[in-house]
């Protein structure tokens, strides 16, 4: 099988070189893109000068633009699976294996690299995780799918799901309203556990000051795209 990872990076600079050794070292039969979406540090130099594999998005658009054309990336070149894995080394490659394990034996369609089924490693903050049990709780009503890490950006998709991607993705915070997605298209999801690291370097996409704006408009964009027409 052709395995895709997806890297989205705004301003990442400092970890995506370390990222890639470790893909490189941990997964050598994985291949990645970086989708550098509009940085205003180094990164697009960094990748010329280290002879890294990337797409230079002229212009900012957000996570949900730059996964999205990881996703047009991979459908272009016929990868089988994709995978997500943000750019500011919380993610270990050393778990991709397990990640696509359900799509590899055709059990999933789908699946999310959760860090709360075993409870290891960094497990954020208390708010976040109260955020997190809130749009766990809005899946399971909408879909009846039990998830634990909704806003985990680990995650993994086969040829099937790259193809819904690429043609339609969430713009904006996109992770749990991409679940309610895949359900109503019929897909199957699962969850896998893994251990995730803190941040090393980067912003999240989720600052303090827009917590209660992010609950107030994903929790609708979600009830939005659970009722709206394929």
């Given at each position: ?7 989205p990076a ?5 970890s ?9 070292q ?10 550098n979406?509009g940085?205003?540090d ?5 990748c ?11 212009l ?10 990881g996703?047009v ?11 997500q894995?943000?750019g500011?080394g ?8 397990r990640l696509?394990?359900?799509l ?7 699946t ?9 490693g ?15 709780g809005?899946?399971r009503?909408?879909?009846?799918v039990k998830i634990?890490d909704?806003?985990?950006g680990?995650?993994?998709v ?5 193809s ?26 699962t969850?896998v556990p893994?251990v ?8 999240s ?24 027409r394929?």
């Open positions: 099988m052709k395995k895709l990872i997806i890297i705004f301003n990442e600079a400092n995506l070189v370390a990222l890639v050794d470790e893909i490189t941990k997964a050598p039969d994985y291949d990645y893109v970086i989708v979406d940085s205003h180094h990164t697009s130099e960094l010329v000068k280290q002879r890294l594999n990337f797409l230079d998005l002229s900012n658009l957000g996570i949900g633009g730059a996964v999205q054309a996703y990336y991979a459908r272009y070149h016929c990868y089988d699976i994709a995978i894995i943000d500011d919380q993610h270990d490659p050393a778990y991709l294996d696509i394990e359900p590899v034996k055709g059990e999933a369609d789908f999310v690299g959760s860090r709360y089924i075993n409870k290891e960094f497990q954020s903050s208390a708010l976040r995780r109260l955020g997190i049990k809130w749009l766990n809005i899946i009503l909408l879909t009846r634990s909704c806003t985990s680990f995650r993994a086969n040829m099937k799901v790259i819904m991607f690429a043609r339609n993705y969430p713009y904006d915070y996109p992770e749990p309203e991409t679940i309610i997605d895949v359900h109503r298209h019929g897909f199957r999801i969850e893994v995730m690291r803190s941040r090393e370097h980067g912003t996409s989720i600052r303090m000051m827009k917590s209660v704006y992010y609950m107030i408009k994903v929790s609708l964009a979600m009830f939005v795209s659970f009722f709206k394929r």
